[in-house]
């Protein structure tokens, strides 16, 4: 099912939400609506669930104009980010809750739940109860029972945000298998740009009430069209006028032609990859990705002087403040 958003905006008191905000989600696609704390992301998802409404603008699911149609009448599946289940009912009677008060015969009830348990890997849990579930568990069951009402879109708000990163991690990668087998036209919001990437069809990166820009993670990372879009969307360096992927730093041990010598602050393994924290010698601190094959040929210790030359980088209009340097995986994408 389409969803399309149209010039919407939303203001509470002097604070402008959304500004004109026009979107269109593609039919069985999963987007995600990615930004900062502030951005609209969550504002824009309440407005399509119903939950809101805009002081302008419109909001069509499919041929329906909704923008005034209640949410229960929406055909939405909703998952927030901290679920309330009904804590007195079991697993099977949390998801068979919203078949049941729209009084769908038993053996349809039966069958429904049944499938879904079995689609979100908790079959085995249908008789525990909310309390005996782990975090994990309990998102799963959140998102069956929003799926068992077979719902046109499903919306999620953080879905994962209240989890460890190992369960994040786990839950996204089964949301994309869920996604793929439900084909539900599905939306979820998130902070964590690595979350967007991995799961999502197309990206909508929101700022201020806007989106600046939209398409795949790949276009996204490698188009930015923006400096917010840059720094939001994967690490960067700022180095002088420039904005540039810490795997587009070239180290060498010698000086040659474009490089300028740098400072190793610090040599981190993660691995599969090396990160060199380095500092220029005008005070400017920056850092580069290499391979562990790079490290070891460079024989990269602290306190050596090594020259840097930027493989490719981009330039907008504006600068960042004054003073930046990098920005690294621990803050990139985070509120």
């Known amino acids: 099912m389409i969803i399309s958003v149209r010039r919407l905006t939303k203001q509470f008191g002097s604070f402008r939400a959304l500004d004109d905000v026009s979107l269109t989600v593609a039919d069985g696609s999963l987007t995600a609506l990615l930004g900062p704390s502030g951005s609209g992301k969550t504002t824009l998802l309440r407005i399509i669930a119903g939950l809101d409404l805009p002081d302008r603008g419109s909001v069509h699911i499919g041929d329906r104009d909704v923008t005034r149609v209640p949410p229960q009448d929406r055909g939405i599946g ?17 998801v068979a809750f919203g078949l049941t008060i729209r009084k769908r015969p038993r053996p349809e009830v039966q069958r429904v ?53 190992r369960v994040r991690k786990e839950l996204r990668t089964w949301l994309r298998r869920l996604h793929d087998e439900a084909h539900v036209t599905t939306v979820f919001v998130t902070h964590d740009q690595e979350e967007a990437m991995d799961v999502a069809d197309h990206i909508v990166v929101m700022d201020a009430g806007r989106i600046e820009q939209e398409g795949s993670a790949r276009e996204l990372y490698e188009e930015p069209a923006s400096e917010f879009v840059m720094s939001f969307i994967g690490p960067v360096n700022r180095l002088d006028d420039r904005y540039v992927r810490p795997h ?30 380095l500092r220029r010698e005008d005070g400017l601190r920056f850092w580069a990705q290499i391979s562990p094959l790079e490290a070891e040929r460079l024989e990269l210790v602290r306190g050596q002087t090594v020259f840097v030359r930027a493989a490719r980088g981009r330039s907008f209009a504006g600068a960042l403040p004054v003073g930046a340097g990098m920005r690294g995986p621990e803050t990139t994408g985070r509120a």
């Open 78 to 94: 909703f998952v927030f980010q901290h679920y309330a289940p009904f804590k007195h009912m079991t697993v099977w009677d949390n």
């Open 113 to 165: 739940v049944r499938e879904l348990l079995q689609l979100v890997q908790i079959a085995h849990l249908a008789d525990r109860y909310p309390s005996q579930l782990s975090g994990g568990q309990r998102q799963r069951m959140a998102l069956a029972r929003a799926l068992a009402i077979e719902p046109e879109v499903l919306l999620l708000d953080e879905p994962f945000g209240a989890l460890d990163a």
């Open 248 to 277: 587009d730093l070239d180290l060498a041990v010698d000086p040659r032609d474009g490089a300028r010598p740098a400072l190793v602050e610090r040599v981190v393994y993660l691995g599969f990859e090396v990160r060199v924290e």
